[in-house]
Each structure stands twice: as C-alpha cells, then as structure tokens.
C-alpha cells in the first residue's frame, strides 16, 4: 500500500484502498450542482465509475440526455464523461453499489442567518438507508467544524438498518464499519488561471483509515492532497480561508469608500501595493459579496462560536462593512442623476451584469439583486442586462420576472449602472453611449469621461 505507509488496513478497507487508488473504484456523489458536477466529471475522466445523486430530477434527465445546465461546463465535458461510464440518477438504491460516496450538497443560512443543514441531514438520512460494510462517505459541503462528528456521523449511525458503527481510533475493525472523512471544495468559478486538479485537496478523516481511504480516492483527480489530522480541522480550513477572503474584501471595502472622499484611487493603491514581492495580497473592493460561499460561510462559524461564548468579532464587522456596499452603490447613482439634475424617483436604470461575479452564471446571493430591491424602492424602474441571465425568475431570496434587455440605444438610460464586469462588454462603446455610467467595479479603468461615476 503506498499512501497509507505502515498501516495495516482491515481487509474490507484494502480491497476498496486498492480500487481507489488504482482509479477502478465506483464512486457516487450526491449534488449535482456547481461544485458537485464539475467533480464527477473529473472522477469519470480519471476512469472511475461515477453515479451522480440528485433530488433534482430536471437535472438528471439532463445530464442523461447529455445536456448541461452550467454555462462554463460544455455539454461535450457531459458527453465525454457519459462515454466513460458517467451516469446521473435520482434513485438514492445505487448507493449500495459505490465503494465511495461523495456529498456536496448545499449548505445556505436560514432566515435568521443561521446554518441550515437540512439538506446534509436529509442527504445523510438517504445514504443511512444504504450505506454498506467498508464505505468511504465524505463529506464536501462548507460547514462549520463539528458538523461531520455532530450531525453527520450520528444520523448514519441511528438511521442504517445493518447497525453499522463508523470506524474510530483504536483497533481497526474487521466488520460492522464504515468510514467518514470530510474534504472542502475549494472551486473558485470563474478563475482560469489555476486548473482545478492543481488546487491541493485537504482531507481529514474521523480516523486514520478514513484519510488514507480519502486521499486515495482524491490522488487520482489532484495533483496534491493535504492530510490533516481530523475532520474538524478540515472544516475549519475552509473556513479560515473564507473569512481570510471576507474580511479582506471588508477591509478594501472600507477604505475604498474613505479613498472616495479623500479624492484617491483605491485600485491604483491596490495595483501599486500589489507589486511589493511579499506580506500583501491584493483584495478588490466591489459592490458587495455575492455566491454561495464568502457572504454565508463565515457566519457558520459565528454560530458555532456562540456554543463556546466565543464573539467573533472580526466576522461581524467584515459583515457589516459588506453588507452596507449595494447602499453605497445607490447612492452613487442617486448622486450621478443629481449632477444631472434628475431624480432617483422615475429614473430608467440600465444595471449591466447582474451575476454575483465575472463572466459566470451563477445569482446566488448577488448584491444586483439587493440593488434592483433598493432602487426600486426609491422609485426608479430598473432593466437590465447580462448574457449569463436571459431571464430572471425567482430564487430562494428574490422573485424579479425579469427579462434580459438588448443593449442597444443606451442613450435612453438615465443611468447604465455597471454591477457585474463581464468580460464580454465593450466598456469604451457603453461609454460612448451612454448619458451617465455608474461603475462599481472599475470596469471602466482608464476611460477618461465626465460621464463616469466611479463608486
Ligand atoms: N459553488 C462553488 O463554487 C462552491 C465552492 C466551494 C464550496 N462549495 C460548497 O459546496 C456545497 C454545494 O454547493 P453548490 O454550489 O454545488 O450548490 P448547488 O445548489 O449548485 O448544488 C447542490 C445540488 O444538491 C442537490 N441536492 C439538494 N439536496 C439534496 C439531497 N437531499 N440529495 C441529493 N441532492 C440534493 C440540489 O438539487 C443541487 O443540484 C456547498 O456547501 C457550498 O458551500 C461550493
């Protein structure tokens, strides 16, 4: 055995060892979203036998018929991965069948702004149902440290009719066990310049065995696997480095709005810091978080903390200063119609780019769709464009009915607001169009016009 060194596996843990790292293993993985999709078509590419899970039968028979339903994944990437033996399914009895079992499931807040983890529980209550002797389930979702030991591990526990006991420290077991590790996805959509399988895969296991069974099955989709020492430690690193993410943008945010008034500006502060070799990393400020991760993931861990009488202070105030952007954003286009003498109330707004970032097709949480609520609550009538989003409907915080406007005649804005800097547009012919810009994201860098309010 070569990843697991010295350790002696039981044989119901060698036999799948052996599969996984010789790529032959079958693997499930159940949601097939954003992060769940891309991973089962670099299991089946590497030669693995992946199921995809989903409740979602919309996209099963998708994925079946060899379509995709996410822009950046060609619908070839699906094809080629169903030559390999990819299939996509809503029934949850082939769960039996899988050396593996692989869950990225979402994981939003509440509300109140609290974890839910209700779709980890009903996922963990299905696999419950067929887990077998000697299977690996993993758990990929974002969530704070304790959740796999918590809330995971008990419900398959309580809930397998074979009364199974997840392996734990001590004596390996020869029977009656499974095995459980937790491994973040660390996708960043969007971003071209590292491939996925060169971004190092951590893995923590409840126990040894899980993080070698772990790091076998992942060896052969990354470059790199970073083994730690449990399965909190692995959630808290995904953690850590999107608070890391949060607080930064926080922190550019602020000194944006205050690089605002002194008349300075903050990207060319960013783009001159950014060339000193060491100890800065360069964040932008924009108009607020949007996705499914840096605006929710944080306050996981906030919630957790309380458990400990733990006040995480950092997090509330990069909440804080974030969650006030979309305001800010208003009022730049408030003061941009004043200088032309109009009113917020009446105005037609163009808003440009509606996705939470760049040249990708996802709404979640986007802080457009905060801005369209509060310019709209000041009496504009609000359009917009985006390429990603040929309508918008509704969502799980938003009900807009929206269709995608032609951007043509933008002469008859009185405002186009940039909220997402797609690399599609042509921002020096918006310009030109246009009567007042409202940019947000300094799209319009290096376009010199009275016409721009850069906020
Ligand atoms: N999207 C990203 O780039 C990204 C990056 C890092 C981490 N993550 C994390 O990965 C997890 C999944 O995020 P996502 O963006 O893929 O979400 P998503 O909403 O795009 O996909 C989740 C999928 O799970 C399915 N699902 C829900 N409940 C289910 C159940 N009980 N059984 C089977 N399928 C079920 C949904 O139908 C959906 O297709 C989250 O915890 C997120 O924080 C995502």
Redesign the pocket.
């Known amino acids: 055995m070569s990843n697991a060194g010295q350790l002696i596996l039981p044989r119901i843990a060698q036999e799948r060892f052996d599969r996984l790292e010789a790529c032959t293993a079958s693997i499930g993985v159940?949601?097939?979203?954003?992060?769940?999709?891309p991973l089962s078509l670099l299991l089946a590419e590497a030669g693995f036998k992946v199921t995809g899970?989903?409740?979602?039968a919309t996209?099963v028979d998708d994925l079946e018929a060899g379509r995709s339903y996410i822009v950046r994944i060609p619908a070839t990437e699906i094809q080629s991965a169903r030559r390999h033996g990819f299939v996509a399914t809503t029934d949850?009895a082939h769960l039996s069948n899988q050396d593996a079992i692989i869950i990225?499931?979402?994981?939003p807040l509440t509300e109140n702004r609290e974890p839910d983890l209700s779709?980890v529980e009903?996922?963990a209550k299905?696999v419950a149902l067929w887990i077998r002797e000697g299977q690996l389930v993993v758990l990929?979702?974002?969530?704070y440290p304790g959740t796999t030991e918590e809330v995971m591990i008990p419900i398959l526990e309580a809930e397998n009719l074979r009364g199974l006991k997840v392996q734990t420290d001590g004596v390996p077991a020869e029977h009656g066990v499974f095995y459980v590790a937790f491994s973040?996805?660390?996708?960043?959509?969007g971003n071209v310049t590292v491939a996925r399988c060169d971004i190092p895969k951590v893995v923590g296991g409840h126990e040894i065995i899980a993080t070698e069974l772990a790091a076998a099955l992942y060896q052969g989709i990354f470059t790199k696997s970073v083994r730690v020492s449990s399965t909190r430690v692995a959630e808290m690193t995904?953690l850590l480095e999107n608070i890391y993410r949060c607080v930064n943008i926080a922190l550019v945010n602020e000194l944006k709005l205050l690089s605002l008034r002194m008349g300075v500006d903050i990207w060319e502060v960013i783009d001159a810091a950014a060339t000193k070799p060491f100890g800065f990393h360069p964040f932008y400020p924009g108009p607020g978080l949007g996705?499914?991760?840096i605006p929710?993931?944080p306050f996981y861990l906030s919630w957790k903390a309380r458990e400990y009488d733990f006040n995480t202070r950092f997090i509330q105030l990069a909440g804080e200063v974030n969650e006030a952007m979309p305001a800010h954003v208003v009022q730049y286009v408030g003061m941009g119609l004043n200088q032309h003498k109009q009113a917020m109330n009446g105005a037609r707004i163009l808003m440009l780019g509606i996705a939470y970032k760049k040249d990708i097709d996802?709404l979640?949480e986007s802080p457009a769709l905060t801005v369209i609520e509060m310019l709209r609550a000041q009496g504009a009538e609000v359009l917009y464009n985006d390429p990603y989003f040929p309508t918008v409907g509704r969502g799980r915080h938003y009900n807009l009915n929206m269709t995608c406007t032609p951007l043509t005649n933008l002469e008859q804005y009185d405002c186009v607001l940039i909220m997402t800097d797609h690399s599609d547009y042509d921002y020096k012919k918006i310009v030109r169009q246009s009567r007042l810009v409202v940019d947000s994201r300094n799209a319009t860098k290096g376009i010199d016009s009275a016409k721009i309010v850069r906020c």
């Not at 899970?53 to 979602?56: A, H, L, V």
């Open positions: 159940i949601g097939l979203g954003y992060a769940g999709l899970f989903d409740i979602d996209k949850f990225c499931v979402p994981t779709y009903n996922t299905s990929e979702s974002t969530t973040p996805e660390r996708e960043d959509p995904k996705g499914h991760c929710i993931d996802d979640r």
